[in-house]
């Protein structure tokens, strides 16, 4: 808000209390109690800075109730005291200025509608992720081409369902990346954008490994057309494609344990976060670049801890989705980031 000598007065009504502290984040706002809302009152320029205004309602967290343009503030004509209301609800029912201002001008992703989407990607993924990932393990016999081919003829449809659930999951990282990005912005936004390019640098190399799947099905069933192959070689062009994803795959894994660091580092920052969650986060990410790193180095190694670290995976899926959704504990939230 500012005081110019011949801007409008507004009052924007929003729920639950907010601290006088808040009067930091506006310029020449009166902050006043409500019953249970909080409705700050000022003068405003113009309409870029009534969109900049209501966008810092927006990414702190805040449930937008009301918009009153309550008169004008100048020298020669102070505030009237005819009020027009802009915003109710989710309707918009009058102009401002010339330019009437739409719901999704107004509210476009909140943080808290971030919170949600992000968290119920990272939950979603899990069944697929889950059931992909013990499927492939049971079909590939490491150092066995006619085996493998053997059992992915034997469980062809198995086989489908595996590419169908990883190329579901590459989908939702790609969801999960634009939730966390727009969630963790209001910390910090070149890191919530690195931490957002990253995991859609896994999904790329991921999506880049599945190939190599639909490529072994692809040999399998063009047998007859493949007649300058013997059956050894076709089963070991097979089992050389099944490798080429799991070395894909673990690359992947290495850029998003990145990903994971970068985000633990965000939510361990973040005020209105657990500590605790941040440092879970990044032990989970830590684990999967030691996997990779050691997966490259040290292929006799034999010792995994990623599949153990991810807890902070879930821990972060969770705690996104509930506070997403509990109203109440997300009015705590907004108050807390102040």
Known sequence: MTGSGSAAVY??????????????????????????????????????????????VRDSGMTLLSVMRI????????????????????????????????????????????????????????????????????????????????????????????????????VLDIVVAWGLYVFFKPVNRNLSLLGGWLRLAYAAVFAAAILNLGNALNILNGADAL??????????????????????????????????????????????MPKLLGILVIIAGAGYVFDSVTGLLLPDFGVTVGQFAFIGEVLLALWLLVKGLSTKQWEKLALRSA
């Open 227 to 272: 007649t300058a192959l013997s059956t050894g070689q076709m089963q070991t062009q097979v089992w050389l494609a099944l490798s080429a994803f799991n070395n894909g795959w673990d690359l992947g894994l290495a850029i998003f344990g990145f990903h994971l660091i970068v985000v633990g580092y965000l939510a361990f920052g973040a005020e209105f």
């Open 11 to 56: 009052e924007i009504k929003v729920a639950g209390h907010l601290g006088s502290h808040w009067a930091g984040r506006f310029e020449e706002v009166t902050i006043t109690q409500d019953g249970g809302d909080t409705v700050l009152t000022g003068p405003v320029a113009d309409q870029a800075a009534l969109h900049g205004l209501l966008k810092i």
């Open 71 to 170: 008169g004008d503030n100048s020298r020669d004509k102070p505030a009237t005291g005819r009020k027009q209301l802009i915003y109710q609800g989710s309707l918009i029912t009058k102009r401002i200025g010339e330019e009437m201002i739409t719901t999704n001008e107004i509210h476009d992703v909140s943080q808290r509608k971030a919170a949600i989407i992000a968290g119920a990607g990272l939950l979603l993924m899990i069944i697929p992720s889950i059931f992909a990932a013990m499927t492939f393990d049971g079909l590939f016999v490491p150092g066995d081409a006619a085996a493998t081919a053997s059992n992915i003829l034997a469980n062809e449809m198995q086989f489908r369902l595996v590419i169908l659930s990883f190329l579901t999951v590459v």
